[in-house]
Every structure is written in C-alpha cells, then in structure tokens.
C-alpha cells in the first residue's frame, strides 16, 4: 500500500527556518511529480511547490518563492521542503502529495493528485 510520511514540523519563531521531508513507500517514486500543499485552519487547501520527476521543473507559489525550495533524491523516495524566512501566515498543515503525468490539470491542482501524506504541522511565532 502507498505511504507518503511527512516530517520535520514544529514550533518556529518568525524568520525562522524548517525543512520537511516526505518519504514514500511502496511508490515508484522516480515516475511521480511531487508536490507539497498546506492548508490553515478554516482555508482551503492551497498549492506550495511542486517539483518534476527528475527535478528539472520546480513551480512556486508566490506566497512562497524566494523564501521555500523544493527538491527530490529519488535514491531515497524522498522529497524536501527548505523553507526559510518563516512567516506566521505560514503556519499550517503542510501536506506531500504524489501524481503521474496529467496533461490536463495542472500541477497547482489537488485533485490532480494521486496519493496524499497525513500531514506535519507547522508553526510560526510571532
């Protein structure tokens, strides 16, 4: 069964950094675009990076560019999130999420998602 295991959250000051590792098991990671999400209590669920199969694409939201990197060892089946500059409109649940290729949705898209983490909290100390 496929398994995405986020970690690395916490409790951060702002201007403060964290980075968050998502592994997957039971996945032929190598063949999935990867992408992270976040979600704040009573907000939807929105788009942070994403990143393609062999790390040659790698989106941002504007919220985030500049400030977060995304990255990938496909050796491990694990995809990171260097976040930097931590904000308290950061603070959140942070999600890993694994497609193939879609022609049709984009990579901003949830629903363009095939398989999902549980999650790790993070947040940010004003």
């Known amino acids: 069964q496929v398994q995405l295991v986020e970690s690395g959250g916490g409790l951060v000051q702002a201007g403060g950094s964290l980075r968050l590792s998502c592994t997957a098991f039971?996945?032929?990671?190598?063949?999935?675009?990867m992408g992270w999400f976040r979600q704040a209590p009573e907000k939807e669920r929105e788009f942070v990076a994403a990143?393609?199969?062999?790390?040659?694409?790698?989106p941002y939201s504007d919220s985030v560019k500049g400030r977060f990197t995304i990255s990938r060892d496909n050796a491990k089946n694990t995809v990171y999130l260097q976040m930097s500059g931590l904000q308290p409109e950061d603070t959140a649940v942070y999600y890993c999420?694994?497609?193939?290729?879609?022609?049709?949705?984009?990579?901003?898209?949830?629903?363009?998602?095939?398989?999902w983490g549980k999650g790790t909290q993070v947040t940010v100390s004003s």
């Open positions: 999420a694994a497609r193939r290729t879609n022609p049709v949705l984009p990579v901003t898209s949830p629903v363009s998602y095939n398989y």
């Open positions: 039971e996945l032929t990671f190598s063949i999935y675009t």
């Open positions: 990143i393609s199969r062999t790390g040659g694409s790698t």
